[in-house]
């Protein structure tokens, strides 16, 4: 029998230091039909607008084809940065147009800002635990995450020091239910933060894909929004992809222009610019107000999920285990006794075809394994109730 063929090219030693994703990998499990997941950072399918995205792309390539399907500029298609200009200033911000990069997704947007802000071993501060994309893609480029602490409210600004700030590159931060906590900054906080931000010369890299999902307490405004007056420097990330869709991988940088002009050179470099069709296409849908009247289904959906979910927990789970409770988003956190490891119990829960995802990989630096991640949004509340039963009957055992 033929042996395969052996590689022939060298592995950058940056390469040789890439891993899979934990939720990749889980996700794999997952595809069986018979495992209740409640791993996958995924959008509920039920509430993507398939009728009219097609009738946009259909109405497109109609009146407008041939611009459509050639080469654009790598700042993104101009109708769709005003729009989202316009919409930010909404919410309170003061940003204009050109201040605007359209990007392949907030992933790709990860990636960029990775590339022009971070040095092999650059300080960049996250929060405590924090979003596992986020940490992989900044990986890549080899910076030095330093941790800063949270509690139930979320990040904590009184904890980022001149010493813990001096030489950062930034800090990245999710106010709104974060991922994977589901917790959300609050106002107080909000001003803390960039108020202490400004005053240490400490970017902030605010990335809310999120924040639309709001479904109980009340709306707050954005950092970008608050930083404009007090000079703190806001990088703000924001994607279709939860709003829409996230097949459209479409999304948005809104800073300084400073910064928007390194990462068009960077986004240059990657793959010219984002696809013109989609953005003309998602132009289309959102143009005329239609997100206003989307996005309430959505969240409803995604509150009777949640619900659900809360339910169950606080009937199935021991008075030992504490969780979040999340005010919009897709997930929550549960927090189990000390001893419990939750990567042990996640084999356990597979073999019941329960999935989750352990709290460990979230964590940049020390891990609290003690510690997972529930998503609710795509799992029929009948499934959700079978799930955590099944969940709370295996950490009982540990008891």
Known sequence: MDQPLQPVCTFSQRAQQLTSSAIREILKVTERPEVISFAGGLPAPSGFPVEVVRAAFDKVLAENGRAALQYGPTEGYAPLRKWVAEDLNRAGANVTPDQILIVSGSQQALDLLGKVLIDDGSKVLVEDPSYLGALQSFSLYQPTFVPVPTDDGGLVPEAITPELAAGARFLYALPNFQNPTGRTLSLERRKALVQRAAELGLPIVEDDPYGELRYAGEPQPGLLALGKDCGA?????????????????????????????????????TDLHTPTLTQMAVYEVVKDGFLTTHLPTVRELYRVQGRCMLDALAREFPDTVKWTVPEGGMFLWVTLPDHIDSTKLLAQAIEQNVAFVPGAPFYAGKAQTNTLRLSFVTVPEEKIRAGVAILGKLIKQYA
């Open 233 to 269: 420097n806001v990088i703000r990330l924001g994607s279709f992809s939860k709003v829409l869709a996230p097949g459209l991988r479409l999304g948005y940088i809104a800073a300084h222009r400073s910064i928007i002009d390194k990462l068009v050179q960077a986004k240059q470099a």
